[in-house]
């Protein structure tokens, strides 16, 4: 039988898992209903779904689903949790895993010993262009150093306007929390346990998320350096996670792009790469196979609660600077 999943939070994250559902095998998971309290929204959902139903509540999509995504804001995201929990839902939260860390640790902690079924959207668990660099890390020797950079024009995004309510706000948003997080979950992935050894953080005027910041870190016995920044490209934005190795250097560029350094110096990209908007549905895609697979307690590679928070501990002390 497949999986039904609901969806609470119709914003940008949401409407793209639903699209990728609605794309999915229904066999194995196919939406069933989704709630956000705004009028845009449920007008949104119905250009894109006709008949999935706006419910009137988060309460009443957690009773008809057996998987909650939970897209809404993050002061929302553990109340929406628990209340799947209770229900015996699995649940597929968007990152960070709460506004107040505090609250993040005591929430993983009592997950954790439940056994709730429970995984966090960072989309490079499934990845096909981390995947080619995890299997050409088989090929150039012990790391030596990562650098990982953000640069954006403006923030936030071009396309996440029209969140910038809390996304632009020094209390929940910024691009530390937004991207460099993702750059950080993938770190502890290839490099293992995160230690911040310094940081910097710079911040507008009044209650406006950062507009640089600059880190150092070890990942395992590897050094990092963190740098990201705001007005430093006039692309949208420009990413990169760049790890030297003895043998040779290998890097993901924006997003998407899987390449290893020729002897020439340049850089290679993988066969098969493609930009982030193609390359985006079907890493939706694999999300969702695993949390089929989840729901139905099979054992997956998704970010696990533990893993979030270490990362939301990282980003927080880096913000913190």
């Not at 845009?40 to 009773?63: F, H, K, Y």
């Not at 597929?92 to 895993?97: M, S």
């Not at 024009?153 to 996440?160: D, F, K, L, S, V």
């Not at 043998?247 to 850089?267: C, N, P, Q, T, Y």
């Amino acid at each position: 039988m497949a999986v039904r999943l609901g969806i609470v939070g119709f914003g940008i994250m949401g409407e793209r898992l639903l699209r990728a559902a609605l794309a999915h095998d229904a066999t194995e998971i196919a939406p069933v209903a989704v709630w956000d309290p705004s009028p845009d929204a449920a007008t949104r959902l119905a250009a894109i779904a006709p008949g999935l139903p706006m419910l009137p509540s988060a309460e009443a999509v957690i009773a008809a689903c057996d998987a909650l995504y939970i897209a809404s804001p993050p002061s929302s995201h553990i109340p929406h949790a628990e209340a799947a929990f209770a229900a015996g839902r699995s649940v597929f939260l968007e990152k960070p895993l709460a506004s107040d860390l505090p609250d993040a640790r005591r929430f993983v902690a009592a997950a954790e010993a439940s056994g709730a079924r429970a995984a966090v959207n960072f989309p490079m668990a499934s990845s096909p262009a981390v995947a080619q660099l995890s299997a050409w890390r088989g090929e150039i020797g012990s790391p030596r150093t990562l650098s990982i950079t953000a640069d954006f024009a403006h923030w936030p995004r071009a396309w996440q306007m029209g969140a910038s309510s809390w996304l632009a706000k020094r209390a929940d948003g910024g691009f530390t929390r937004e991207v460099l997080s993702h750059f950080l979950f993938l770190t502890r992935r290839q490099l293992g346990r995160l230690t911040l050894l310094d940081r910097d953080a710079t911040f507008p005027a009044g209650d406006g998320a950062e507009t640089a910041v600059r880190a150092t870190l070890m990942a395992g016995d590897t050094p990092v350096a963190l740098r990201g920044g705001v007005g430093t490209t006039t692309a949208d934005e420009a990413n990169e996670w760049r790890l030297s190795c003895e043998g040779g250097s290998i890097r993901l560029r924006d997003w998407s792009f899987a390449e290893k350094r020729d002897a020439d110096g340049s850089f290679r990209p993988a066969q098969d790469a493609l930009p982030n908007a193609e390359m985006r549905p079907m890493v939706l895609r694999g999300q969702l196979s695993k949390l089929a697979a989840l729901t139905q307690g099979g054992r997956v590679d998704l970010a696990t609660l533990r893993e979030a928070l270490e990362v939301q501990e990282i980003v927080e002390a880096i913000l913190a600077g």
